[in-house]
């Protein structure tokens, strides 16, 4: 059928047409909140390049979590400000550590809410690159020790999903192992399986104070360049054992996530990350966008591309949107 007889306009007209074939839904349950965690007690240091955001202590990330759950989000996953950062960024899987702490307090005061850890070492080495550095590179293999370390120290605090963030080669089949070996069967992972190098976590490195201290991230994230190769790293997490895969960024990787869809037809994650957070926020603040519209926009795109669920930093206020 054609115009004049087919009129796509027809099914426009008012909103209770648009409702009825309106093809992808937003929900709350849809979003997964990150946070911030440091040592201390009643501290909220707010992030300047991320407004809305902060670096919080564990009492007030039980607080943030109370808010959460409140509002429908299923889902948290947690960052770790260390007290002290060195080489093997050790703070990363003491059982001590914030992040551990934190998930033990959590999961006391909050029991229903999921919690995610992202494991990775970047957040607690001094030189901010997500492994162990030998001369001028990220040593693969020495890396792949530590992480079983800490995603096992997050799950004996009782994380529900551990996410590996760093990129290593065969970091998920590594930890799949190790946790299974410990008797945390049930714990699940989410991988950072196509994550690029990226402009975008600027942002973030401030929130997380993470900035590597010499060179970049590309010898071990993704070049923005590649797509099949996305597939293949996502073939690679899921044939080690990984139950949720993630893409990141989103926004401009929109085609990663479709395609990783449609090919493995896997839980799929997509990071709204830090940069695409900031940029709304600024452009909003200065009245050049309507931010609460595109924000909607953004995430709602996000979910038609493909992702089952999305991190995002607007989790809350978006949730708290749909409750109005
Ligand atoms: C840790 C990690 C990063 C992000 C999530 N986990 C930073 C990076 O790889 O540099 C970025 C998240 C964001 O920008 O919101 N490796």
Redesign the pocket.
């Known amino acids: 059928m054609r115009f004049p007889d087919y009129r796509p306009r027809r099914l426009r007209k008012n909103e209770k047409l648009r409702e009825l074939v309106r093809e992808t839904t937003l929900t709350s349950g849809d979003l997964i909140y990150p946070l911030f965690v440091c040592p201390g007690k009643d501290h909220v240091q707010s992030v300047s390049s991320m407004p809305g955001v902060a670096q919080l202590s564990a009492d007030r990330a039980v607080k943030e979590c109370q808010e959460a759950s409140a509002l429908g989000i299923p889902a948290i996953i947690l960052f770790g400000l260390p007290e002290r950062k060195d080489p093997l960024g050790s703070e990363a899987y003491s059982d001590r550590g914030v992040v551990q702490t934190t998930i033990r307090e959590i999961k006391e005061k909050v029991p229903d809410l999921l919690v995610m850890t ?1 494991v ?1 070492l ?1 957040e607690y080495t001094d030189h901010g690159h ?1 492994g162990v550095v030998q001369g001028a590179d990220v040593d693969n293999d020495r890396t792949l020790e530590l992480l079983c370390k800490e995603a096992l120290s997050h799950a004996r605090a009782g994380a529900d999903v551990v996410a590996p ?2 990129m290593m080669d065969g970091r998920v089949g590594a930890i799949r192992k190790a946790l299974d070996q410990e008797g945390f069967k049930e714990v699940a992972i989410m991988a950072y399986a196509a994550k690029y190098a990226s402009g ?2 600027g942002p ?2 401030e929130a997380a104070e ?1 900035t590597p201290q010499f060179g970049d ?1 590309r010898s071990y ?1 993704m070049d923005p360049a590649n797509a099949d190769e996305a597939l293949r790293e996502v073939e690679l997490d899921i044939a080690e054992g990984a139950d949720i895969v993630m893409v990141k960024p989103a926004m401009a990787y929109l085609d990663i996530v479709y395609r990783v869809k449609q090919k493995f037809g896997y839980p799929v994650a997509a ?1 709204n ?3 695409e957070y900031s940029m709304i926020k600024a452009a909003g603040g200065n009245g050049w966008v309507d931010e609460e519209r595109i924000t909607w926009e953004v995430l709602l795109c996000i979910k038609r591309a493909g992702a089952d669920m999305i991190l995002s930093y607007f989790a809350k206020e978006v949730a708290r949107r749909l409750r109005a």
């Open positions: 992202d990775c970047c997500c963030s760093d975008f976590y973030f490195r993470s991230r994230q990071y990350v830090s940069g």
